[in-house]
């Protein structure tokens, strides 16, 4: 069966300092993968998506960043945390047979 | 006009209610639609696909609209743990894979 990793669970940062996130993608090959942001008492912000990899398309222009190194890797960074960035990040994937998204348990980070 | 849009709530009802939850979208070309359901401060599970036909799963009724661009979501006989916020999203397909997600609407079912 097919599962995500999403790693680390909650995170405090502080302004300024960088940022890296991780999400990994099991039992499944070439899945599109993609990242969100919920901001408090808000909707799911689409981030970034990817359908290959390397392959990296930006939605929403932003001090992030998000990189797939691997087929099953999809990571998303910042070189400089600002505050207006805290919210629920979560990575999701699309399988090359059904077309719903599944999730990770996301990243609840917080900037300080 | 938003991509997809729902009415944010909240939906207050009682236990054994009825609810129906509508979202637009705005994207003639999209060819996939899912419900989700959000718990407080977790990741949206898949509750059920959308197809053109319409489709019940026990209390949960979902239905298309490609004419009117909008899907539907039915729940019957709610219960205290149907509360929660429900997540409508739209596939457009194709080799982007672009899944867009409405901002939810909440319901809260009273006992």
């Known amino acids: 069966s097919q599962t995500i990793h999403q790693w680390p669970a909650t995170l405090v940062q502080p302004v300024g300092s960088p940022l890296s996130l991780e999400c990994t993608v099991e039992?499944?090959?070439?899945?599109?993968l993609y990242w969100y942001r919920q901001a408090a008492g808000r909707g799911l912000q689409l981030l970034f998506y990817?359908?290959?990899?390397?392959?990296i398309s930006s939605e929403v222009p932003q001090n992030l960043s998000a990189s797939r190194p691997q087929d099953r890797q999809f990571i998303l960074s910042s070189k400089k945390l600002l505050l207006s960035d805290s919210g629920f990040y979560l990575c999701?994937?699309?399988?090359?047979?059904?077309?719903?998204?599944?999730f990770g348990q996301g990243t609840r980070l917080t900037v300080v | 006009r938003k991509e997809v849009e729902q009415d944010p709530g909240p939906f207050n009802v009682p236990e054994g209610a009825t609810v129906a939850f509508n979202c637009t979208y705005s994207?003639?070309?999209?060819?996939?639609f899912f419900w989700y359901r959000q718990d407080c401060r977790k990741e949206p599970k898949l509750l059920m696909s959308v197809y053109s036909s319409g489709n019940e799963d026990g209390r949960f009724t979902a239905q298309l609209n490609r004419a009117s661009q909008y899907i539907s979501l039915l729940i019957r006989d709610s219960k205290l743990s149907d509360s929660a916020t429900y997540l409508c999203?739209?596939?457009?397909?194709?080799?982007?894979?672009?899944?867009?997600f409405g901002k939810g609407t909440k319901l809260s079912v009273k006992p």
């Open positions: 994207n003639s070309a999209s060819q996939s």
């Open positions: 990817s359908v290959g990899i390397g392959q």
């Open positions: 039992g499944t090959s070439n899945p599109n």
């Open positions: 999701a994937w699309v399988g090359p047979w059904l077309p719903e998204a599944f």
């Open positions: 999203a739209v596939n457009v397909g194709g080799s982007q894979g672009n899944l867009i």
